[in-house]
Nanobody
């Protein structure tokens, strides 16, 4: 089992940047494929980015491709999401998730077994 804690959210102006971090405790994070999801009020939670256990493979939602970068440091049991050129539409609660699935990259939230509590990102226009 792994526990996930997100940090780094906040208020930023459109065009700005934020870096979210997810700290994993319990079982080492290298045992899990990791992902970031987000949810805005009144909307379903949606996939943002995912990274394989080794960090060698990544995947992104079309809406963030070219602006967001997911990375991981297995020595520190952390996963990060660098968010650049932020838009008001990126405003959401961002969740870190871990999967025990053998697949490298997963976009379906049903494939993830463990979730953090979320961190709020607000982008003002």
């Amino acid at each position: 089992q792994v526990q996930l804690v997100e940090s780094g959210g906040g208020l930023v102006q459109a065009g700005g940047s934020l870096r979210l971090s997810c700290a994993a405790s319990g079982r080492p994070s290298i045992n899990y494929a990791m992902g970031w999801f987000r949810q805005s009020p009144g909307k379903d939670r949606e996939f943002v980015a995912a990274i394989s256990r080794s960090g060698g493979s990544t995947g992104y939602a079309d809406s963030v491709k070219g602006r967001f970068i997911i990375s991981r440091d297995n020595a520190k049991n952390t996963v990060s999401l660098q968010m650049n050129s932020l838009k008001p539409g990126d405003t959401a609660t961002y969740y870190c998730a871990a999967s025990t699935s053998s697949a490298a990259i997963m976009q379906l939230q049903q494939r993830y077994d463990f979730w953090g509590q979320g961190t709020q990102v607000t982008v003002s226009s």
